[in-house]
């Protein structure tokens, strides 16, 4: 079984369309993570929830709005996609809420989104 | 502002060979950490160090903390294809829910 999924796993579309972005962890987590990996494989946190709350917002544009539905879902949506969110974005979650050595994030297979 | 740098960027070897790779900061750490991420895949953690001086082996690969928690090195002995990736070093932000990721080291290493 697969312990962080996400769909689609390739997601290309026009520039001004929106989309979204699903995330399933079977691993009983209370913690999950948006990151965005660049072309030059640089990773940035983006987004966290904990128990279903928003923990972690970081200067993200308000084009994209992360919904937790429950604690083993995190759902990524894009309004009005530009050229520059062409990314690989990456789902994780974690047992431990608080960063620190006990703190170990399982990542999902990632999403490589292309807009044209 | 904590930053994690790695060097190299790059790194392009023969299997059998030796290297070191490198994660530096400015900041203390309070614990940091190595994960490998395979082409087409997500980071996986390989391994935590939270005492300055700390050392710590896995098979082939050894992990060290500086004494002044402000850098980390990889050292893989005898590298084979599969080591092959992206390694990553990523520390916590003091007292927050995130962490923040080094820059990266692409590894190939070659048949």
């Known amino acids: 079984d697969t312990a962080v999924s996400q769909t689609p796993k390739y997601l290309v579309t026009q520039m001004g369309n929106d989309k979204s972005i699903k995330c399933e962890q079977n691993?009983?987590?209370?913690?999950m993570y948006w990151y965005k990996q660049d072309s030059k494989k640089f990773l940035k946190i983006m987004f966290s929830y904990n128990n279903k709350e928003l923990i972690i917002n970081e200067t993200v544009p308000n084009r994209f709005s992360p919904k937790s539905p429950d604690k083993a879902h995190l759902n990524l949506h894009i309004n009005s996609l530009e050229l520059g969110d062409s990314a690989v974005y990456f789902c994780a979650s974690s047992q431990v809420v608080l960063a620190g050595p006990l703190n170990e994030q399982f990542f999902g297979p990632g999403t490589r989104l292309t807009v044209l | 502002t904590q930053l994690l740098e790695q060097s190299p960027q790059f790194l392009s070897i023969q299997e059998g060979e030796n290297l070191t790779v490198y994660c530096n900061s400015s900041?203390?750490?309070?614990?940091l950490q190595w994960y490998r991420q395979e082409p087409g895949e997500g980071p996986v953690l390989l391994v935590t160090?939270?005492?300055?001086?700390e050392v710590k082996k896995l098979k082939r690969l050894t992990f060290q903390f500086g004494d002044a928690r402000k850098d980390s090195s990889l050292h893989i002995t005898a590298a084979q294809p599969g080591d092959t990736g992206l390694y990553l070093c990523?520390?916590?932000?003091?007292?927050?829910?995130?962490?923040?990721f080094g820059t990266g080291t692409r590894l190939k290493v070659l048949a």
């Open positions: 900041s203390v750490f309070s614990s």
């Open positions: 691993l009983g987590h209370d913690t």
């Open positions: 160090v939270v005492t300055g001086g």
């Open positions: 990523a520390g916590p932000f003091s007292k927050t829910y995130k962490y923040i």
